[in-house]
């Protein structure tokens, strides 16, 4: 497996929206999103990239493996 892509606290936020997310609060930068059961935060700190401990903490909020995060980000 290559490595995971990097996206910002604002790209990770689109495409969480696209998969069926949506924004339930924003608590000062952290955007908290959910679909049904599942819930995470994501920070939005401008145009950083996500730090790799975290991008891996949402996606094991959101039940996703790193290969479909991988695969579902370059569709």
């Known amino acids: 497996m290559a490595n ?3 996206p910002s606290g604002k790209e990770m936020v689109q495409f969480l929206m696209a998969q069926g997310y949506a924004i339930v609060r ?3 930068s ?7 059961p599942r819930q995470t935060s994501v920070p939005v700190h401008g145009n950083e990239t996500l730090k790799i401990g975290t991008l891996r903490s949402i ?4 039940d996703m493996s790193p290969t479909e995060f991988e695969r579902l980000w370059r569709a």
């Not at 952290?30 to 049904?36: A, C, L, R, S, V």
């Not at 996606?59 to 959101?62: G, K, T, V, Y």
């Open 30 to 36: 952290h955007h908290i999103m959910q679909k049904g």
């Open 59 to 62: 996606l094991r909020d959101i």
């Open 4 to 6: 995971l892509p990097r």
């Open 26 to 28: 924003i608590t000062g």
